[in-house]
């Protein structure tokens, strides 16, 4: 008994092999024979790409089960449920492009197609109407809100925003910009074109919308701040988010994502602002999908802190 205890503690500090297959047609690509192991995943995946150059780290899956979830970068290989010879399973996740690229495409499109717009530049409304101006006051201050929002965006990107993941595959960014791009020059043809006509209850309606937009632009941005704070940089340290003395944050009390909360809010108002249905559509289908984001996020909470706040919603309190 004693003999095989002190094998036992010999080898964890032996170097281990790890076998790398196919996950669809478990062919071999590659066989590692001098792994430690208090490797990590990352540092796998880039032996694995001294060996197959093509699939750098970002493009890899690798997993224990050919259809099982992606092993995390910082998962250490002794610790994961395999014995001194591993087997590993990869997917090629296809070619990559970092989400900051990805968020200042998204954003900077709408900012200058509704401008395009707004200035009525030549071929859009016809000949007569080429670099005209509005006399409707909350065009211009619709044309204010919607720079002001994507402006934004840009500089969270830049300065505020901490990613958990450094990738996404390139194929999504045709599909987010298809998305952003379309409903920008679709709402923007309507609110600056020429026969547009003003909101239903006119100053009064204009300026209750334009107090909803700046509030929840104001929590928007407050929200993004708190979560900033709470991973340090270059850390993927998950925490549960609690409100701060920022009045703003105090809507952690009641839902797991406010900043989707507040985006929502914000579109609300500038569909109440323009009354134009196309801003309304796009509100609605933001609405959809960052509900779908929340409950992932909601579940993921509830899964990882068991002492997670029962009172929260994923995206509208008590509701949703």
């Known amino acids: 008994m004693h003999e095989g205890r002190s094998v036992r503690q010999w080898l964890p500090e032996a170097s281990w092999l790890v076998e790398i297959l196919d996950a669809k047609t478990r062919e071999k690509l590659c066989f590692l024979d001098k792994v430690e192991p208090q490797a990590t995943i990352a540092e796998i995946k880039n032996l694995f790409t001294k060996s197959h150059p093509q699939w750098y780290p970002a493009r890899q899956s690798l997993r224990l089960d050919p259809k099982g979830k992606s092993l995390k970068d910082e998962d250490v290989l002794q610790k994961l449920p395999v014995g001194t010879t591993a087997t590993l399973y990869f997917r090629d996740l296809g070619a990559q492009i970092s989400w900051v690229t990805v968020f200042l495409t998204e954003y900077a499109g709408p900012l200058f197609i509704y401008l395009l717009f707004y200035f009525r530049v030549p071929f859009i409304y016809g000949h007569k109407y080429d670099f005209t101006s509005s006399r409707h006051t909350v065009v211009h201050l619709a044309c204010i809100c919607h720079s002001f929002h994507y402006i934004k965006r840009l500089l969270e990107t830049l300065f505020v925003h901490r990613f958990s993941h450094g990738t996404m595959p390139l194929r999504n960014i045709f599909k987010n ?22 909101p239903t209850y006119g100053a009064q309606q204009v300026k209750l919308a334009l107090a909803i937009f700046v509030i929840c632009q104001l929590g928007n941005f407050s929200i993004h701040m708190a979560l900033r704070d709470l991973r340090p940089a270059g850390s993927k340290t998950r925490k ?14 009641l839902v797991s994502c406010p900043n989707y909360t507040y985006e929502v809010g914000s579109w609300i108002g500038f569909a109440i602002m323009t009354q134009c249905l196309p801003v309304a559509l796009f509100s609605l289908v933001g609405f959809t999908q960052m509900t779908i984001w929340a409950k992932g996020k909601h579940r993921s909470y509830l899964k990882e802190f068991r002492d997670y706040p029962p009172l929260r919603m994923p995206i509208i309190p008590f509701l949703l």
């Open 177 to 198: 910009c298809t998305y952003y791009w379309g409903f920008a020059a679709w709402m923007a043809y309507y609110i600056n074109h020429p026969l547009y006509t003003p």
């Open 240 to 253: 549960i988010p609690y409100p701060t003395k920022n009045p703003f944050t105090w809507l952690f009390l």
